[in-house]
């Protein structure tokens, strides 16, 4: 899960890097309230349908931490 993740943050971020599990996304201001939308749009896409209301803001810190949420979410 955290490969799909990390391809569709590079993707919605348009990181000069590529990011890695630990980066942090709301911080440094990479993951800002456009790139949110795209990435629920992008997991929507590929069959996960979480919604934001379902993520509190330290499920968005690094993509390691949303990997563990949207896991969390396909297990219920």
Avoid: H, W
């Avoid at 939308?37 to 919604?51: A, C, K, M, R, S």
């Amino acid at each position: 899960m955290q490969d799909k993740v990390l391809k569709i943050l590079d993707y919605v971020c348009d990181s000069a890097e590529p990011l890695k599990v630990d980066t942090e996304l709301l911080d440094s201001g990479l993951l800002d309230s456009l790139a949110m939308i795209e990435l629920f749009n992008e997991l929507e896409d590929v069959g996960i349908n979480l919604q934001p209301t379902m993520m509190d803001r330290e499920s968005f810190r690094t993509p390691a931490a949303i990997s563990t949420e949207i896991e969390r979410f396909l297990e219920l």
